[in-house]
């Protein structure tokens, strides 16, 4: 016996089906959100505000430090990322992850400034998410370029002025993980219900 009486979707019938009713958002939703994008020149930033489904950017740039020696950009971007820790009270972080090139110095160079970031927040629990994953989740492609993002980034939080690439990404990266929070959140509440 079919379990729809036509092919159409119009037939549909949730109540024969044995379907429950999807879960709103919890409040537990709510949530500040500090997005990082580590670079050994400039380090991006964003923070977003979380309010159920709905996002809005609350702050956004970058922790610039080129042409200084390499301990001295280390110490500024530590001290950079702890007071945007102070200053905006995150309860979660989210760090794009790295990027292996092939210039092993580069990388070096790079792993320790996302160390110096990440030594900056203390007892955080980080969310790492690779850069495709980020791209898909907030542009719909995974291999979107700079200004696509910031253009997404515009238009989704509604950003008006100059947003950097750098920051653009920092949000990004932030508004992957609100969208992880959500989903997992769902997630859960459907079990739940279906428990």
Known sequence: MARYRSKSWR????????????????????CR?????????RLGYGIIEMTGPDCRC????CIEVDRLPMAVRLARIHEGVRTLVL???????????????RNIDSALKLGQARGAALSALGEFEIAEYAPRAI?????????ADKPQVAHMMRILLKIE??????????LAVALCHAQQRTLGSLIAGHRGVAG
């Open 87 to 101: 200053e905006h009270s995150p309860r979660e972080v989210a760090v794009e992850k790295v990027f292996v090139n």
């Open 58 to 61: 609350v702050a956004h740039g």
């Open 11 to 30: 037939s549909y019938d949730s109540k024969s089906s044995g379907s429950v009713a999807t879960p709103t958002i919890f409040a537990s939703q709510n």
């Open 135 to 143: 791209k898909l989740a907030t542009v719909g492609f995974g291999g």
């Open 33 to 41: 959100i500090l997005g990082l994008d580590p670079g050994s020149r």
């Open 161 to 170: 002025g100059r947003l950097t690439s750098d920051a653009a990404d920092a």
